[in-house]
């Protein structure tokens, strides 16, 4: 349950992704450019049998015109959008990116993990649809 009391959306799901996480940041060590650290989750996703796809592409539309695609580092369990990154800390600006891959993917949930420092660090985006 999140703090207000609502069942967490995909929480076996994002438990399982932040596992192999924390083992490829404990195997890895910390501070790599983010490409390896996304390279070594599609080891441990593959590893777990973790359902995955590397760098699919999504286009991005305005006004049904293809003006653009967005190309996630991962898609996991055909709903997940994962995002690696090697940054100071994850801000409003990587929410609000993550906001946006969730927009174009129609996804429920993102997962921003950042492997900088000596602790992981990670946060789970929920898009919630109000209309």
């Known amino acids: 349950m999140?703090?207000?009391?609502r069942e967490l959306v995909l929480k076996d799901?994002?438990?399982?992704i932040v596992g192999g996480a924390m083992?490829?940041?404990n195997g890895l060590g910390f501070g790599l450019n983010e490409k390896p650290y996304e390279n070594a989750l599609v080891v441990e996703f593959t590893h777990r049998g973790i359902?995955?796809?590397?760098q699919p592409r999504f286009p991005v539309?305005?006004?049904n015109v293809k003006v653009g695609e967005f190309i996630p580092d991962l898609i996991a369990f055909e709903r997940i959008v994962v995002d690696t990154k090697t940054i100071e800390q994850i801000?409003?600006?990587e929410r609000g990116q993550m906001l946006n891959y969730l927009r174009i993917?129609?996804?429920p949930l993102g997962l921003i993990i950042n492997f900088k420092h000596r602790r992981?660090?990670?946060e789970r985006i929920v898009l919630t649809l109000t209309r």
Do not use: Y
Request: net charge negative; glycine share 4%.
């Open 91 to 93: 801000t409003d600006h």
């Open 2 to 5: 999140d703090a207000n009391g």
């Open 105 to 107: 993917t129609q996804f």
């Open 120 to 122: 992981l660090q990670w």
């Open 23 to 25: 083992e490829v940041h």
């Open 51 to 54: 359902p995955f796809v590397q």
């Open 61 to 63: 539309l305005w006004r």
């Open 13 to 16: 799901e994002a438990h399982a």
